[in-house]
């Protein structure tokens, strides 16, 4: 089962910063927060992780909470071709277990 | 970045007939590839973790003797769907699991997907 609780769906219009909840009470020590997004009829594509500190790559932010149970993913300026599922997961990165899907947001954004 | 390619990206067979889809990792080695299935707005479901050279590993309610899984080198696991019925037509995923640290950013890298349409 997903260890991760994210709303169904979210609207963004064109330009703006899209901001990602995910609730993953849970996690324990050893879990990162994995965000993964699926564009229509595509594998999924990887975005970024962390396991406390805030990261930042090319694509987005991730801030997790002081406490580790939730996290936002953050799409500083949202295109059109960022419409798509994004699934936050957690994951023991020394298991070197699958990654479990929960149901992910429905990211539409419009212009 | 990584690149993980399947083949066929499509595929449309008659009931009963067996398929066959490819998943390779590119440009590094991977001990540990695992298989998805993906219905029509669902989410992905993990089937079975193919280890190199050893046997698959599979979720509870995946037939094993339906979906046969080969992962014969560093690069490649099959995944072969016998007498195949239209209930499993779906899309079909894998992902390889970077063994040999050549990305340092991650290490999980998801194909295409293979389309599979049983008639």
């Known amino acids: 089962d997903a260890k991760t609780t994210q709303p169904p769906s979210m609207d963004c219009a064109e330009g703006r910063a899209a901001n990602l909840p995910c609730n993953h009470s849970?996690?324990?020590?050893?879990?990162?927060v994995y965000w993964y997004r699926q564009i229509h009829s595509q594998g999924p594509q990887y975005i970024i992780h962390g396991l406390k500190n805030n990261e930042t790559n090319e694509m987005a932010s991730l801030i997790i909470t002081e406490d580790r149970k939730s996290s936002t993913l953050i799409l500083p300026h949202a295109t059109l071709r960022d419409t798509a599922v994004y699934y936050c997961i957690v994951r023991d990165n020394q298991a070197g277990t699958a990654l479990i899907f929960g149901k992910g947001t429905t990211l539409s954004v419009s212009s | 970045g990584a690149v993980v390619s399947q083949h066929p990206s499509r595929v449309i067979c008659k009931s009963g007939t067996s398929v066959k889809i490819e998943c390779r990792s590119l440009?590094?080695?991977?001990?540990?590839m695992f298989w998805y299935r993906q219905f029509p707005k669902k989410s992905l479901m993990l089937m079975a973790t193919s280890n190199e050279g050893s046997k698959a590993t599979y979720e509870q309610g995946v037939e094993k003797d339906k979906f046969l899984i080969n992962h014969a080198s560093l690069t490649l696991s099959t995944l072969t769907v016998t007498s195949a019925h239209p209930e499993d037509s779906s899309f079909y995923i894998c992902?390889?699991?970077?063994?040999?640290?050549?990305?340092?950013?991650?290490?999980?890298?998801f194909g295409p997907g293979t389309r599979l349409t049983v008639l």
């Open positions: 440009d590094f080695q991977a001990t540990t």
């Open positions: 849970t996690i324990s020590g050893n879990e990162y």
């Open positions: 992902s390889a699991r970077d063994s040999s640290g050549a990305f340092s950013y991650n290490e999980q890298f």
